[in-house]
């Protein structure tokens, strides 16, 4: 009797013992699942790649078939089916039971051998996140605000490199850039007539800030064209532009005093031009990704080859059926090419566009973009003096017939069409703002080389060189922003803001030069040239300095 009562002992504290066990395991199983809810919580909160957020739910899968796939277990699994059991012997209250893996247990007591290996669980699971974000993966989650899920449905389709689609739109800005920046580089030839003729009252600075505020204009105008531009108003802009433009210039056709010059010219005319400038150089960015540079550079050589013809025409045409009607002539030329703008450029626009403020000042607070925009206001302080000044420069200093002076403009921008092309090609293999300063150091170099110029044959080799070099400062500005913003949905923001910073050098550069050289009776073009190496020197080195917070003091690195 004794000895039975032994053996019952025995059987209930191994029964005891075995059910603690188990209880260990389940409190154990449950931290476990608890842990991958967690880490499951944070991969929809944070976001994690496509292959992370599988792999997790696969071992889920896996956990959870292994648990429900488990045979049954016997009625009394702590004892081997052979061993005998004394009839009644066994109390209910320590038969133990499997308690479901997705209820809520209550805290059960470890053993120090489970709580040592509990807590070093406990510990991995405290360190910090190493989850990486994939752009090819939704990082909101199903419960994100609605404004997040905005800004996902307002970013840009994927860029369709070399589509026949994405090259009508290089032609149609092409045809923009002809348009618009090849009239505005053209206002030298402009100044030529004003100064001899129609305003030969005024002084040369005077007459300068004609050319000088139509670049300001045009590129504020930009700063409102943008938002529209980034809603997909693409058609709204280039007709309205289209209109103003040539009314612009049928009203300067009409002019005869200063004041109508600069209403007409300066003012309507620099409206219509910032209406369709901006999505010129925007559109081609949204079409492209890795050849975009080269993309910008072919578009903007459209103003190369118009600033050839316009001013060509000009000359020629104004001593042959006089200016009023030249301007005119001028006029259709841009409504007929403006047709076929309008007729092949396309917008890529987000799903759900958002409305964007006219003037953000946020973007601001990107320290690269806001020192990248500071470079091109230096530079243009200096870089279409040349443009106004060369052609004086040559009858004057060289001696040059006024024949040939009248074409040195021309000669100029037939030079820079290589420079849109080449620098271009270049910096889509080896960085944008790596061939900007290059060129950058090669103009100022360039332009304290004129103080020793004296010849008509080292004038033209250098309008010819310059407009070379100088070329790469209208056309790499454009894709360095767009590279400098990783929100596509943007750019055309940031691109008309950064337009109407560098509207604001060029607004200012000439008229100082202007009034540094001064009058014809006490001319300093030394002052002049030392202005424009001076701001050259400058521009490049703010743009070294967003280079190096870029990507540091590495110098065979692309950026």
């Not at 532009?241 to 309507?268: D, E, K, N, P, R």
Request: aromatic residues 10%; charged residues 10%.
């Amino acid at each position: 009797m004794q000895m039975l009562k032994a053996y019952e002992m025995t059987i209930n504290h191994l029964l005891l013992m075995q059910k603690e066990n188990y209880d260990l395991r389940a409190a154990h199983e449950k931290d476990k699942q608890k842990r991958q809810r967690s880490k499951k919580q944070i991969s929809i909160e944070q976001g994690i790649t496509r292959g992370e957020a599988q792999a997790l739910i696969q071992g889920q899968v896996k956990a959870s078939h292994a648990v429900t796939t488990t045979p049954a277990a016997p009625a009394n699994p702590e004892l081997p089916a052979s061993q005998p059991v004394p009839l009644g012997s066994l109390s209910p209250n320590y038969l133990p039971t499997f308690t479901p893996l997705s209820s809520r247990l209550t805290s059960t007591p470890l053993t120090s051998k489970s709580a040592k290996m509990d807590s070093k669980e406990q510990q991995h699971d405290s360190e910090p996140s190493t989850l990486r974000e994939d752009s090819n993966v939704p990082t909101a989650s199903p419960n994100a605000p609605s404004s997040e899920k905005q800004q996902n449905d307002s970013q840009l389709p994927a860029p369709l490199n070399g589509v026949f689609m994405a090259w009508l739109q290089v032609a149609g800005a092409w045809t923009i850039m002809f348009n618009v920046l090849g009239l505005l580089n053209s206002y030298g030839q402009f100044q030529n007539i004003y100064e001899t003729d129609l305003l030969k009252n005024e002084s040369a600075s005077t007459i300068s800030w004609i050319g000088s505020a139509q670049f300001l204009v045009c590129y504020l105008v930009c700063i409102f064209t943008g938002p529209l531009l980034d809603t997909g108003h693409l058609h709204l802009l280039l007709g309205i532009g289209t209109l103003v433009t040539v009314f612009g210039l049928m009203m300067v056709s009409l002019c005869h005093s200063y004041y109508q010059f600069f209403l007409a010219q300066t003012i309507v005319t620099g409206i219509g031009f910032g209406l369709i400038f901006l999505p010129a150089s925007s559109v081609v960015s949204q079409w492209f990704s890795t050849r975009t540079p080269l993309a910008i550079g072919i578009s903007v050589s459209g103003s190369s080859i118009g600033a050839i013809i316009y001013p060509i025409l000009l000359q020629r045409l104004t001593g042959q059926i006089g200016f009023p009607w030249t301007v005119r002539i001028m006029g259709f030329m841009v409504l007929g090419t403006m047709l076929f703008a309008a007729a092949v450029m396309r917008v890529r626009v987000g799903e759900n566009p958002r409305k964007r403020k006219v003037i953000d000042l946020t973007h601001f607070k990107d320290k690269l973009y806001l020192i990248a925009c500071l470079s091109f206001f230096v530079n243009f302080l200096g870089l279409y003096v040349f443009y106004y000044y060369i052609s004086l420069y040559a009858t004057e200093v060289a001696g040059t017939d006024q024949s040939l002076a009248n074409y040195l403009l021309a000669i100029l921008n037939a030079g820079s069409f290589l420079g849109r092309l080449i620098p271009n090609w270049i910096a889509g293999r080896y960085g944008l703002m790596n061939v900007q300063i290059i060129f950058g150091v090669i103009s100022s170099a360039l332009a304290f080389a004129l103080l020793g110029i004296k010849t008509t044959g080292g004038v033209v080799a250098f309008t010819v060189v310059y407009g070379f070099v100088s070329a790469p400062y209208v056309s790499l500005p454009i894709p360095i922003v767009t590279s400098l913003s990783p929100d596509k949905s943007v750019w055309a923001t940031r691109l008309g803001m950064s337009f109407a910073i560098i509207g604001l050098g060029a607004l200012i550069g000439s008229p100082v030069a202007g009034a540094i050289l001064g009058d014809s009776n006490n001319r300093n073009w030394a002052g002049l040239i030392v202005w424009c190496g001076v701001m050259f020197i400058v521009s490049t080195a703010i743009l070294t300095t967003v280079r190096t917070m870029k990507v540091g003091f590495k110098l065979f690195v692309k950026a």
